[in-house]
């Protein structure tokens, strides 16, 4: 029973320890999870803001000199008489010229404007074509002056450029009356802002994306690494359900999970744009990271988990062993009774293995009489002392122990000669404690070499023998059990 409290004992501890270190470890892993996921929304939104402001930067100056030239009186005069001046050169260069001016200075992809009264499409270099109500690529121009915006950004091929992919800045230009003159604005290409937002996806590991929505529909339908339509947002970030539909200007975060992804994004509308930044990052990178801390610290507890065991097994065992010898301790003698000293006898022989052992017992002369004639007290007395001497004559090289009554045994980590000798000296201890006492105490002893295969309960029909011997022989003396004397059955 004790046995079983002692295990149960350890057990909970043991399972203490583990619901410690797991609770710690659960306990740390929400706590990084949650700095983590705070790292990243800050990571993300102070990356969309910092791309808003630049990219809005960039695209206002376009935007104002797009006006600037929408509202040049020049260029409304100049539209004014546009349609009896085509043939003439000098006057048409005076366009071209103040086109080209505005391109040089700036530095932009191109500067055009297209005139409503003739379909005209100039840029600095000249007239790059004929805008046409049929021509698909022409369609943005229609669908723009239909729409009554005063401005709009679109994403088109610049066919003046070998249709390289461009930014437009499109503004409406009328006269004092109102009256629409036609349109004018500049191209830059879509490269000169994907850089900008290249380099925030290179050294911040985030993805972003453009979504035009403010202007007017055109033919171009591609993708390029940044621009996308919404259809392409949604297959790119794996996000369902719709995704734009905040145009508060007001960021917008959330959190979604995606081929075993979690992932931050944030979308920001900019009506001056009329555009959506799209910035999203998964927490791959930092749950890498954030995985080796969790492994750490599972194998520190592990680790740490062991040595508990180790340390609480250990102690849990010596101290089990010492409750198992207090138990078996012989109360009047000290000496460990017959069932510890079975327990010693097989640790005892184990450690000692290809070694000679002397294995001896033996009981008190006469010690019926002396019960019978000084009483029991006496005769305990008698036996704790007897048992005080053979401690002290074997003095650690060996283990003794009651077996009962006035019978003792033990085993020597000795040959049988060497045995003798102790025991001899053990007797003559006796015999001088009792030299000026009314009464002597001997004993009568049996010795025998041990046997490694041989269980404690044959030892003992062996030296019981031997004793016996002694006894018959006058006592007081040591019989050496010998295997050609008798054979233990």
């Known amino acids: 029973m004790k046995k079983h409290f002692l295990l149960l004992s350890n057990l909970i501890i043991i399972l203490a320890l583990m619901a410690g270190f797991a609770s710690i470890v659960y306990k740390e892993t929400k706590s990084y999870q949650n700095l983590s996921e705070e790292y990243l929304e800050n990571i993300v939104g102070l990356a969309n803001t910092d791309v808003s ?46 086109l080209s001016t505005y391109k040089e200075k700036y530095g932009y992809t191109t500067v055009f404007c297209i005139s409503d009264q003739t379909g005209n499409y100039y840029v600095q270099d000249g007239l790059s074509k004929v805008i046409s109500v049929n021509n698909e690529h022409d369609v943005w121009y229609y669908n723009f002056i239909s729409s009554g915006n005063e401005y709009d950004l679109q994403i088109d091929t610049n066919e003046a450029k070998g249709n390289v992919i461009t930014v437009f800045i499109n ?23 994907e ?9 911040y590991d985030l993805s972003m994306y453009i979504v035009n929505v403010g202007g007017s529909l ?83 507890m592990l680790i740490s988990l062991a040595i508990c065991i180790i340390v609480v097994t250990t102690v849990f065992l010596n101290f089990n062993r010492r409750i198992i010898e207090i138990e078996n301790i012989d109360e009047l003698t000290g000496l460990p009774n017959r069932k510890l000293f079975s327990m010693k006898y097989l640790s005892f022989v184990s450690k000692n293995q290809g070694r000679k052992k002397t294995f001896f017992m033996f009981d008190v002369d006469n010690f019926k009489n002396i019960n019978d004639i000084h009483g029991h007290l006496f005769g305990n007395a008698i036996l704790a002392m007897v048992g005080e001497r053979l401690q002290n004559t ?31 000296q053990f007797m003559d201890t006796l015999r001088n404690e009792n030299k000026e006492s009314c009464y002597h105490i001997t004993v009568s002893a049996g010795i025998a070499e041990i046997s490694e295969t041989l269980s404690v309960e044959q030892m003992i029909k062996k030296v019981d023998k031997a004793v016996y011997c002694s006894k018959k022989s006058g006592k007081n003396q040591i019989t050496v059990w010998k295997k050609e004397d008798s054979q233990v059955k």
């Open 195 to 203: 850089s900008i937002i290249r380099y925030y996806e290179e050294n």
């Open 171 to 193: 503004f409406r230009m009328e006269d004092g009356d109102g009256k629409l003159l036609g349109v004018i604005g500049v191209g830059l290409e879509v490269s000169d802002l």
């Open 394 to 424: 074997m003095n650690g090289s060996g283990i003794a122990a009651r077996w009962g009554g006035d019978e003792f045994v033990g085993i020597l980590d000795a040959t049988l000669d060497e045995a003798e000798d102790i025991l001899n």
């Open 218 to 300: 055109n033919s171009f339908d591609n993708n390029t690494d940044v621009f996308v339509s919404e259809e392409e947002l949604a297959r790119r970030t794996k996000v369902e359900g719709k995704i734009l539909t905040d145009f508060s200007g007001e960021s917008k975060l959330r959190w979604y999970t995606a081929e075993n992804r979690r992932i931050c994004l944030i979308t920001k509308y900019d009506a001056t744009l009329g555009w959506y930044l799209i910035v999203e990052r998964d927490m791959n990178s930092i749950s890498s990271s954030f995985r080796k801390g969790i492994m750490d610290n599972v194998i520190f």
């Open 53 to 98: 402001r630049q990219i809005e930067s960039s695209m206002t100056k376009p935007v104002m000199v797009s006006k600037t030239m929408a509202n040049d009186e020049f260029l409304k005069q100049w539209f004014s008489h546009e349609r009896e001046n085509q043939k003439n050169d000098l006057y048409m260069q005076q366009l071209y010229s103040y």
